[in-house]
Nanobody, 127 residues
Framework: QVQLVESGGGLVQPGGSLRLTCRVS????????IAWFRQAPGKEREEVAC????????NIADSVKGRFAISRDNAKNTAYLQMNSLKPEDTAVYHC????????????????????WGQGTQVTVSS
């Protein structure tokens, strides 16, 4: 069974940057799409970015497009979320998750397709 552990969160000033890391164990990350979600207090969990097994053409949410980038290193079984130009509204708990649809290598999934989740890492953007 796939297990995921996030790290890299913290407190950052508006305009700053953070890189989140998601370490995967229990199976090869190469077999899975990887996504980052976030959940702010009182709000639903929303998908921020997803990268399929093909490793290209990521699906990036409009709210973070041009500021966030998702990447994966299958050899290290690790995925990343680079977050730049952070805003207070980016404050949330960030989770990584995996999904697998045999025969599909793209980056567009429904939330219900993701069946393994990490515990999350807190990101707070504040001056």
């Amino acid at each position: 069974q796939v297990q995921l552990v996030e790290s890299g969160g913290g407190l950052v000033q508006p305009g700053g940057s953070l890189r989140l890391t998601c370490r995967v164990s229990g199976d090869s990350l190469a077999r899975y799409a990887i996504a980052w979600f976030r959940q702010a207090p009182g709000k639903e969990r929303e998908e921020v970015a997803c990268l399929g097994t093909g490793g290209n053409n990521p699906n990036i949410a409009d709210s973070v497009k041009g500021r966030f980038a998702i990447s994966r290193d299958n050899a290290k079984n690790t995925a990343y979320l680079q977050m730049n130009s952070l805003k207070p509204e980016d404050t949330a708990v960030y989770h990584c998750a995996t999904a697998r649809l045999p025969g599909y290598s793209g980056s567009y999934y429904h939330k219900s397709d993701f069946d393994a989740w990490g515990q999350g890492t807190q990101v707070t953007v504040s001056s």
